[in-house]
């Protein structure tokens, strides 16, 4: 059963960058994807990463804003943010998918506990 746990996520300001880890406790053939979900509002698809291939795919919201990759001896994603907008606010989450590509979070599996991410204005 693999573990993923989120890092990285903290306030900052309209503009600024920052950048969320998952590590993954079991190497597999999988897809890893981040969602996220702000208060009131459904979990939503930011992107996702095949392992195997290092593949992308992002959601229009944060296409061209924000980019995945992975370490593979550290068994880790990363999600850099750029330009980001207060309507980034949320607390994103990773987790795995034997599918690709897939932006429904019913595919995921094995989630993370979470990280804040809060943009102020």
């Known amino acids: 059963q693999e573990h993923l746990v989120e890092s990285g996520g903290g306030l900052v300001q309209v503009g600024d960058s920052l950048r969320l880890s998952c590590a993954v406790s079991?190497?597999?053939?999988?897809?890893v994807g981040w969602f996220r979900q702000a208060p009131g509002k459904e979990r939503e698809f930011v992107g996702a990463?095949?392992?195997?291939?290092?593949?992308?795919h992002y959601a229009d919201s944060v296409q061209g804003r924000f980019t995945l990759s992975r370490d593979n001896a550290m068994n880790t994603v990363f999600l850099e943010m750029n330009s980001l907008k207060s309507e980034d606010t949320a607390v994103y989450y990773c987790?795995?998918?034997?599918?690709?590509?897939?932006?429904?979070?019913?595919?995921?599996?094995?989630w993370g506990q979470g990280t804040q991410v809060t943009v102020s204005s």
């Open positions: 987790a795995i998918s034997p599918l690709w590509i897939t932006t429904d979070h019913s595919q995921y599996h094995s």
């Open positions: 079991l190497f597999s053939h999988y897809t």
């Open positions: 990463i095949r392992w195997t291939s290092g593949r992308t």
